[in-house]
């Protein structure tokens, strides 16, 4: 037995050194979480809600996440923190694949979705790996007016109506901002963080 | 070169190349950029964040304790990279927590000493709830329904902590955390062998849906006799005797097989409250064993399940607070023993938390626990009887806490709980700490403790009776003749100073300094008499102890190691020589040092070393246990994007063979295997 043990470990390393499979660093994955979502509180130190939304001080302000469950435990932190004197709730919803809009005429069962999604405040659209590009855009359109700022980390996020968008460069966060999306949203974003914005979607000059 | 001079040579090599790894990580440290914690992200700005690096970092939560007793955490990571696949084994790593493995199976652990096979000087949760044996009051390890890679940390806490997690936390209390199912999201299954043929596997499967989740797991360990891992060789404490006790007909029957089910349910009800419910379930055989000089040569078998439903709920107000059931349905059937025994323990439980005054954390509650145990006596004279069966016992308690701020940095703490027990009346449990901050970012903190705990008498040793043939006059060595129970125990008594630093000296680096004074009454011990031929053992309120003692702790994590070294001194005096106190001393001095290296290519290495010197255990236990070197070594590497991952790895690799320790009152103990060579392979999808 302890002979055939041998054989085994030693065959596992041979074939994990002869493998050419690419390796992924997982805790990389964690760690730009991790700082996404360090840049979603600060985020919220920015931005103003209509009165509609923030009336009520004792509500808390309400962060949805779509897509990837990881980031709700980097950003379970908040939960314990305060933001304009308001508590902050976080609240995981699905997958893309449970909210994709269906092919029937009769599309009511996602429009009740949809409605539960514009009661958030924040609404945080994961890249994943069953996410597919029209996913985000379906659910960003049915967003449009409803209040709710949209984060996305996916090239094109702004173009499909998303109002922040996280990037990557030289290994380091960045974001752009849709100011025109977050008008239709009647949000109100700090000049100071356009400012910090690798780009700002503006509205067109006359 | 002789054999021993050899042997001493090979430990120095390894412990020299454990320790030039180490240099190695401070030398990286020197040249290495700052790294940050998650909690740090969040009190950065933007400007500071868009500055911020994404590479791996941190695998163990550095945060600056603002505990006020002393606490270790073992961390997921920790258990992952250990390769371990038992909680015990796990448990060496914290500093002050004596770990002594007497089979293949049984442990006796403790905090600060008093570790036995029925150790019950602490209290041991699984999630926040009972875990510990009604009847005898130690711990069944071996039968909890929890898959090693299912916990999310494990909180070893030191010192008389009753005030806040109740009755017979005398000298410290272990909390084993299992992970949310939003956090074990997919299917996930895991599996080690070792040379001797022992495996452990664990299947779980995770979902996520709007408002639900939940995680079931599903694990079966199978360990080979020690005799078949070709260590069971067997010792006697008391060669005179082996012609009585059939000494030479004892083998190290010491095998297990263990299923193990553990089931939970998460409900977010609306966005202020949750549900929870759970079941989770273990059914373990295993080999027999010597039980207080009586070797009955049977099959064990234990069946422990576990129930519980929580709301969760978190007022309009900030305030939170919690309601809780959770029942325990134990069953062990050890012929020539015990033939059969079992307990069921209902508990309810509130807790409310607020903050209704500027700077004040006020949280009260209370539990009220019903237990009902059952026994049935066999035929064989020499096993343990009850004869008042069935026994209903009740808990009571109540407690509250209160932690505020005085100044900017002097933070005051005050934890009192009361508890009545059916079978002693009320007694009472305290916690008080000072906590003053050196600095303004918290980072060196001060604390100062007074603490005062107790431990209830289980039905065990106030109804039990033995008797067992008999010793001639003369012998060193007694057979307890009978052994009687005591109706009149009262509780044993517990108080403490403890004062401590923790401190965040550079980006990565902390250290951590504790000691203490611990101060035993009425200790619940043994009082034998001979009479000729006659020996009566009964249990009894012993005299007290002295306990002392201190510990040493430096952690450096960076991001590509993260290395530690701690070292615990624990002191223990009893009022009289030789007194009786149930269980073993603590090893004098303990040290442990870990490495783990973050290498190219997704390799992880991971060494844990952990020492105690020789433990003296005068009448308690017959023989002493050796000084003890342990070195754990594995390397790891992920494939798949991380979606699996391969372990090698050999444990204990400085010796053939471990052991043999010796239990509270066995007259015989065996080798169990010592350096084991394994593999282990995870998938998650």
């Known amino acids: 037995m302890k002979n055939k043990v041998y054989i085994l470990v030693i065959l596992i390393l041979l074939a994990v050194f002869v493998s050419a499979t690419s390796m992924a660093a997982d805790s990389d994955k964690i760690r730009e979480r991790q700082i996404k979502a360090a840049f979603i509180y600060n985020f919220l130190k920015f931005v103003d809600w209509p009165e509609e939304k923030a009336a009520d001080s004792n509500e808390p302000i309400t962060i949805g996440i779509i897509g990837c469950n990881d980031f709700t435990k980097v950003l379970k932190p908040l939960e314990h923190k305060k933001i304009k004197n308001r508590n902050i709730s976080i609240k995981y919803f699905a997958g893309y694949e449970k909210l994709k809009r269906p092919q029937e005429a009769d599309d009511r069962q996602w429009n009740e979705k949809m409605e539960v999604l514009k009661t958030r405040h924040v609404l945080l659209l994961c890249s994943c790996d069953d996410m597919r590009f029209e996913n985000p855009r379906e659910i960003i359109k049915a967003l449009e007016g409803s209040t709710v700022l949209t984060i996305g980390e996916t090239d094109g996020f702004l173009e499909s109506g998303g109002i922040i968008n996280f990037l990557m460069e030289n290994k380091k966060v960045h974001f752009e901002i849709n100011v025109v999306a977050a008008k239709k949203n009647k949000l109100r974003i700090s000049s100071k963080l356009l400012r910090l914005a690798k780009k700002v979607v503006q509205e067109k000059s006359p | 070169m002789s054999m021993r001079k050899h042997l001493h040579i090979q430990k120095f090599r390894f412990i020299l190349s454990l320790l030039i790894s180490t240099a190695i990580c401070v030398q990286a440290y020197a040249g290495q950029q700052d790294v940050n914690e998650p909690e740090d992200l969040f009190e950065m700005s933007i400007e500071e964040l868009m500055d911020v690096e994404v590479v791996s970092v941190s695998r163990r939560a550095q945060k600056i304790t603002q505990s006020s007793a002393q606490v270790t955490v073992i961390t997921a990571e920790d258990i992952h990279y250990s390769g371990l696949t038992n909680i015990p084994e796990v448990l060496r790593l914290a500093p002050g927590v004596d770990v002594q493995r007497l089979d293949r199976n049984r442990y006796a652990v403790s905090i600060r000493g008093f570790q036995g096979r029925l150790s019950d000087r602490i209290l041991v949760l699984i999630n926040g709830r009972s875990a510990g044996n009604q009847v005898f009051a130690g711990i069944n390890w071996e039968s909890f329904p929890v898959l090693m890679e299912d916990i999310e940390r494990i909180e070893v806490v030191r010192g008389p902590v009753g005030a806040a997690w109740g009755a017979n936390a005398e000298n410290g209390m272990i909390n084993i955390i299992t992970k949310k199912p939003v956090d074990t999201e997919g299917l996930f299954s895991s599996t080690t062998i070792n040379e001797y043929g022992d495996s452990y596997t664990h299947t779980r499967l995770s979902q996520i849906s709007d408002l639900w989740s939940w995680r079931l797991s599903a694990g079966y360990e199978d360990l080979e006799n020690s005799d078949d891992a070709g260590a069971g060789k067997y010792t006697s404490g008391s060669p005179a005797l082996n012609g009585l006790i059939g000494f030479d007909s004892y083998t190290a029957r010491d095998f297990s097989r263990n299923l193990r089910l553990d089931f939970e349910a998460r409900n977010q009800y609306s966005d202020d409250t949750e549900l929870s419910f759970g079941a989770a379930h273990s059914n373990l055989e295993m080999g027999d064993s010597e039980f207080v000089g009586y070797y009955p040569m049977e099959d064990y078998l234990t069946n422990n399940t576990r129930l519980f439903s929580r709301i969760d709920h978190r007022f309009d107000d900030g305030s939170t607070g919690y309601i809780q059931w959770f029942g325990n349905y134990f069953v062990s059937h050890a012929p020539n023993i015990i033939k059969r025994y079992s307990y069921l323990e209902n508990d309810f439980e509130a807790q409310y938390n607020l903050a209704p005054f500027d700077g004040h954390e006020i949280s009260f509650g209370g539990n009220v626990r019903l237990i009902r145990i059952s026994t049935t006596n066999g035929p ?168 002392y003692g201190a510990e040493f702790e430096i952690a450096l994590t960076k991001k590509k190691c993260r290395t530690s070294a701690w070292y615990a001194y624990n002191a ?105 060579f394994f593999a282990r392979m995870q998938m998650k999808f």
């Open chain 2, 380 to 547: 064989d004279i020499q096993e343990t009887r009850f004869y008042n069966d069935p026994y209903n016992e009740q808990w009571f308690g109540l407690f509250i806490t209160d932690r505020f701020s005085l100044t900017d940095r002097l933070t005051i703490e005050n934890q009192v709980r009361t508890d009545w027990y059916s079978e002693t009346d009320f007694d009472w449990s305290l916690r008080s700490s000072a906590l003053y901050s050196l600095d303004e970012a918290k980072d060196h903190m001060m604390r100062f403790s007074f603490a005062r705990a107790f431990r209830s008498p289980a039905v065990g040793l106030r109804e039990a009776t033995s008797s067992f043939i008999e010793t001639w006059p003369g012998s060193s060595v007694f057979l307890f003749n009978t052994f009687q129970p005591t109706k009149s125990l009262v509780n044993e008594e517990t108080w403490s100073l403890e004062g401590g630093y923790t401190g965040l000296l550079d980006k990565g680096l902390s250290v951590h300094l504790n000691s203490y004074y611990q101060r035993y009454d009425n200790i619940l011990g043994v009082d034998i008499q001979r009479v000729g031929p006659v020996t009566n053992s009964t249990f009894v309120n012993n005299d007290g102890a002295d306990a």
């Open chain 2, 572 to 676: 223990l005096k009893t009022d009289n020589y030789n007194e009786s106190i149930r269980a073993g001393y603590p090893a004098n001095h303990k040290a442990g040092l870990n490495t783990r290296l973050f290498l190219a290519d997704e390799f992880v290495f991971n060494a844990n070393y952990i020492y105690y010197n020789s433990i003296h255990h005068f009448d308690n236990i017959i023989v002493d246990t050796p000084v003890s070197h342990r070195l754990d070594l594995n390397l790891s590497k992920e494939f798949a994007d991380g979606r699996g991952e391969i372990m090698i790895g050999v444990s204990d690799v400085l010796n053939k063979t471990s052991g043999p320790v010796y239990g509270i009152g066995d007259l015989t103990a065996h080798e169990t295997p010592g350096r084991t």
